[in-house]
């Protein structure tokens, strides 16, 4: 039916974004929140009814695609990932996959090509011509998870305390830090091992640094850079480890919150050897396109412009309901 609508769900390690779209693309309504990965966050359920219970009656629903955190990864994560979702939209068409699954599937528009992801964690995720997958990395920030943000606010927290207390050069970062959480610089142990000690989810709130030392590196404290350019090597790693799965030539492009920082981005293009091609959808759009799949919709240019551009104004802008 031409008024049948779809809804795109992209959960992740530190935020969940939730978006109703129309047949044209154009999403609707959206909601915004924290993070839904089942593996670090005891609330990860409560977190997701909340954001899809606005969405729960809407009468033109047809088809709903939950890209969700650690899903396929974790058997049993998986099935009350699974629980969730057909518990919340009972007899929908409903799609549940990897989000970054979803991700891929958006910045390529459904091709192949290689997506290297760093958010909360990192990973790289293939996608051939003939459309099998292929992935390295996001085993979580105990195992793995090199390249992340996480992995880079855990890496500039031992640097700060080396820098302090003399095991490694003198950094900005270690003000910037302290300025930034507020914390007393001539306590140093005291207030920021007190501030570690009272995060209320730990990982999300380290991986936030990553930012402080984008900041600083773009600032020219050596340290920094020297961070960003390890971060660099290891998505490169990521790269590499799935490269032969779509063929040297391959396509590559990133999607996650610490590409935010442009440097980051330019050391990893440095390693590959060729630009990244720019995302045609963001992962909400990936999400929505799974969704729209499901109806058998013509998923071509007519509906990628479109989408791209609702799905970037709803990005931009995370608060709208």
């Given amino acids: 039916m031409s008024d049948a609508l779809v809804l795109g769900i992209d959960g992740g390690g530190s935020t969940i974004r939730v978006a109703l779209a129309n047949r044209n693309g154009e999403i609707l309504r959206t909601s915004f929140g924290e993070g839904v990965n089942p593996m670090d966050n005891p609330n990860w359920r409560a977190e997701l009814d909340r954001h899809l219970m606005p969405f729960r009656h809407e009468p033109k629903l047809a088809s709903v695609a939950a890209a969700l955190p650690a899903y396929g990864e974790v058997a049993y994560l998986s099935r009350l990932q699974e629980a969730a979702i057909a518990d919340m939209f009972p007899a929908m068409r409903a799609t549940i996959l990897n989000d970054v699954d979803a991700a891929h599937l958006g910045a390529f528009g459904g091709r192949a090509g290689i997506l290297i992801l760093s958010g909360t964690g990192s990973m790289a995720w293939a996608r051939n011509a003939a459309g099998h997958p292929a992935r390295s990395g996001g085993w979580g920030d105990v195992v793995g998870d090199e390249g992340s943000s996480y992995w880079i606010g855990r890496l ?117 050897g060729k630009p990244a091609k720019v995302p045609r959808l963001s992962p909400i759009g990936g999400a929505l396109l799974a969704a729209a799949r499901n109806l058998g919709w013509p998923l071509d240019d007519g509906w990628l412009e479109p989408a791209a551009a609702s799905a970037g104004a709803a990005s931009a802008q995370p608060t709208t309901r």
């Fill in 156 to 272: 500039a927290l031992s640097l700060v305390s080396q820098s302090l207390d003399g095991r490694a050069p003198k950094t900005s970062l270690a003000n910037i830090v302290f300025e930034h959480l507020n914390l007393d610089l001539s306590d140093p142990m005291n207030s920021l091992g007190g501030w570690v000690n009272s995060l209320a989810k730990p990982r999300s709130g380290i991986a936030a640094l990553s930012a402080l030392v984008d900041r600083a590196a773009r600032a020219g404290d050596a340290p920094a850079r020297d961070l960003l350019q390890r971060a660099a090597d290891a998505l490169a790693c990521h790269h590499a480890a799935v490269a032969g799965h779509c063929g040297k030539d391959a396509d590559w492009t990133y999607a996650g919150g610490t590409f935010a920082s442009v440097l980051l981005l330019e050391f990893l293009e440095q390693r590959i």
